[in-house]
DNA sequence: ATAGGGTTAG
């Protein structure tokens, strides 16, 4: 781009020469004024030319669209005596690429149907406009007028089309539009363009055939799209190879692909590498770029070195929220939530995506309240709207917490919001309501879904599981197998654990051998872990020693507990000592072993061998825990352990508690209180 | 002469 001081050498030329100035002149002094962002001159110029031609409206138009200033630029398009297509273009171009605009350009391009200004420009600007607002079936609309028209055939529509079809998760028709085109219109864009469509559907090796058809048309482009592409989809070892190939080929590293084989770096945790990119990056001066940068402080996160990243963040772009991000998720990592949340204030404009870091970065850290505070400042400020992944962190929370009511609150705030109901967002609203204790509201959700997918169904089950629901949970694997999906060690886990809640020996059997025969899943622990348990609670403490003995790995402290459970329920104290050695080997620091161990020498009466356990968890310092219950009233959790009488309401609590003990059939260690029965009102 | 397409971030 010529400088100014060219411009202004021109204009003084033009001057001089004394003549009245051409219109073409002065036209290309706009247009070259308007590119620096010149605008008092631009239109001084265009104030005082005494006849215009539609060039002229259309430089400026262009130079106020530039500027985003859309009141003025649209008082010049209404009032020009003369439109042609670059007119309309220029005006629907600026539509379409500024936020709250884009209303506008539909309305715009609808009235250019009408004065019959639409063009193939048109077509691909619009088409860049429903990519980014998913709007398939405008898509779809644009596409046949484009077939119709006679404009579907350019490179240009090609790679609209291809980005178009590929965002909106059309794969097929990205496809069928590229294999259908014609070959003299596929130039290296579209080509691009198809292989970023092909990682997007992670077709990788689709995505490696079109790169290597017709090579000698790759660019720097192509290289860097496969670089990304492979790092995206999980090949880090394969981004960094191609990165160095590339090189090799003789094509020149830009800020693109650093960016990725960073990124593949950070997957990894490639220090080495990063770090000699790092330096790359210091020696061509690219460390103001956010994309870098961000990705730098990501790489140092993941390795684990937070002083580094950092000042990596502070040294270059202190308020790129893409850079923040990963700071802020690191510290509440390694449980820092206050460096995180000043790092979350210092930052001016938030973004969903730090949203999202700082809340699930309270749900980490159990900062339960803290998470929903945030949340809650969230939705009173108007300008982020929270998407579907706090939705699933703040679930996750409420789940581990046993939250009913928030659970439902966040349940209403998505059907408020009108997030997508999608297969993740629908598990975690079935885990939350069956681990809040309301089985009937998960099996509502999981009914309701649309979008079903296997750990759906495993969420679903283990809902019944725990809750006993052992016809439910095994109808509903079979519907699972009916439907062809593909159950894993989780589904059998869940099964596993309603057979040890019931009692049912066969069934828990069948369950166990089916998972190897049937569906070639190998159990780990825990599945044996859960037949111990099983065989404990039946009585059958020969069968839980027979696959003790036939265990294909060491056993683990959660097998060894379970075994331990075993000894207890059937009163063999000289088999709980033989694995008391092992147990306390893995899990010596763990205060609840000590206890578990005491109490089955205890129910024997074998006192000596309950002080000797005792003695041993005092000198090794080993913490116990307390298991505890808690409800939610109003505001207030309310705690209890064990023989707790601390509560300031304890004794109308244990009366109450006395006649409920009589009236259910069974005590969940969560007792929630509905309104009717809640006794703190 | 002016307007439209591809690769980077949790």
Redesign the pocket.
Known sequence: MKSLLDCAKFQTHIMKSGLTPR??DV??LI?MYSKHSVIKDVQKLFDEMPER???????II?TY??DKNFSIARKLFNAAPFK???????M??GY??SEGFQDQAVQLFAEMQFVDKV???????M??LV?ELSLLSYGRQLHSYMLKTG?SL???????L??MYS?CGCFRDACMVYDGSDVR?????????M??AC??EGELEMAQDVFSSRPQS????????MI??F??NGYEEEAIQLFRRMMEEGFVW???????VI?AC?GVKNLKLGKEIHVLILKEGMSL????S??LV?LYCKCGLLNYAHSVCTTTQKE????V??LI?GYSETGNMLEARSLFDSLPDK???????MI?GYVKAHQREDAFQLFRELMTQKTTIP?E??FVNLLGACAIHATFNYGKQIHACILRTGTAMDAKLANSLVDMYSKSGNVTYAQRVFQLAVDIDSILYNSMIAGYALHGYENEAIQLFSQMIERDFQPDEVTFLALLSVCRHRGLVKMGEKFFFSMTKDYKISPGTDHYASMIDLYGRANQLEKAVSLMEKLPMEPDAVILGAFLNACKMNRNAELAKAAEYKLLQIEGGNGSRYAQLAGIYASEGKWNEMGRVMKMMREREAKKTAGCSWVYVGDTVHTFISGDRSHSDNDAIYTILGCLIKELPKLSSTIFLEEDLCIFC
């Open positions: 219109i073409i036209n290309h247009n031609n539609v060039f002229t409206w259309n430089a262009n669209v530039k042609d297509y670059v007119t309309y273009n220029t629907l171009s379409v690429n063009s193939e420009y048109a077509l691909t600007t088409l860049g990519t404009n350019s490179r240009y529509a090609l790679s609209s291809i980005v965002k219109f596929v130039d290296t864009v579209s080509k691009n363009t292989v970023a990682f997007r790759n660019d720097e482009v192509s290289w860097n799209t990304s592409g790092a995206q830009n800020e693109h692909s650093f960016s990725s990124s950070s770029n956010p994309f870098l961000s990705s990501n790129n929220p893409f850079a991000t990963p998720v973004n969903h995506v730090v949203w999202t870091a699930s998407d992944l706090i």
